[in-house]
């Protein structure tokens, strides 16, 4: 187990600071690979050994060591936070890797456990550039959506759950729905993007089972009303002010997606359900 994690906290780390170039190029349509790495400042090249996940960050203590530009700190956070998210997936949805007994089981569990990597990357990117740009890019939404698709898909045929396919759709059809309900009420809360995007939390939380999918319609919503009363209280917002909700999606899927089932048991349990 504890090689996992680590294993799954190094891919964070390579896999977050993929996701920094993707923040801050994709919005602009720029290319992802060229030019490679450089000082947003004076343009420097940045050598492999100043491109090294949150250490270089932390040897050149955020600054460019050709102009001495601060470099943001979001660099470092986003790639620590994906580490974390990653290291906490691989304990809380990889559990069945450790426990599965034959080749095909463990192929399964793999197959769930990089379908749970690659929403959680996804989240990050997408709120992120929602704060951002206020958009929710399809360039990233469509390919997950059929990355996540697919894995899911080798997951059934290696363990034989395809009832669990069934939930998948019928969360994709759910939570898809009901935002697309939400958005034709109220146009101006909330966007397209935010539908598709909630149907590739619908395709994700669904293979978890029905719990998972509610929690993930419940939290979103729930997040994005606190974070509305604090910006109203603190006057950083009008009523009229558009509050992108992508963030509130990111969080309120990855919380479920890792800890759901927790939360689900703990909330049952106070109203005495469970
Ligand atoms: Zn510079």
Not at 51 to 70: M, Y
Not at 97 to 120: G, K, M, R, S, Y
Not at 156 to 183: D, E, K
Request: aromatic content about 8%; proline content about 5%.
């Amino acid at each position: 187990m504890t090689v996992l994690i680590a294993l799954a906290a190094v891919l964070g780390l390579v896999i977050g600071s993929f996701l920094n170039v993707v923040i801050y190029r994709l919005p602009d349509k720029q290319s992802l690979s060229q030019p490679g790495s450089h000082c947003m400042s004076c343009g420097h090249r940045l050598a492999w050994w100043e491109n090294i996940p949150l250490l270089s960050w932390l040897a050149l203590r955020g600054r460019c060591r050709s102009c001495g530009t601060r470099i943001s700190v979001q660099y470092p956070a986003v790639e620590a936070l994906t580490a974390v998210l990653f290291g906490v997936a691989a304990y809380t949805v990889g559990q069945p890797i450790v426990e599965a007994t034959d080749p095909a089981q463990i192929i399964a569990a793999v197959a769930v456990l990089l379908a749970a990597l690659w929403f959680i990357a996804a989240a990050i990117a997408l709120a992120a550039i929602d704060l951002r740009t206020k958009l929710l890019p399809n360039r990233i939404i469509y390919p997950s959506i059929v990355v996540i698709a697919v894995l899911e898909t080798v997951a059934a045929m290696f363990s034989g759950a395809w009832g669990n396919l069934l939930t998948v759709v019928l969360g994709l059809v759910t939570i898809g729905g009901l935002y697309l309900l939400v958005a034709f009420i109220s146009p101006r809360g909330m966007g397209l993007g935010d539908v598709k995007y909630a149907a590739l939390i619908g395709l994700t939380l669904g293979w978890h089972g029905w719990g998972m999918t509610v929690t993930g319609i419940i939290l979103p919503f729930l997040i994005g009303a606190v974070v509305a009363i604090v910006l109203l209280l603190a006057r950083r917002a009008g009523r009229k002010t558009g509050i992108p909700f992508g963030p509130s999606m990111s969080l309120g899927a990855t919380i479920t997606l890792l800890w759901g089932k927790p939360l689900l048991t703990w909330y049952l349990a106070l109203w005495g359900l469970a």
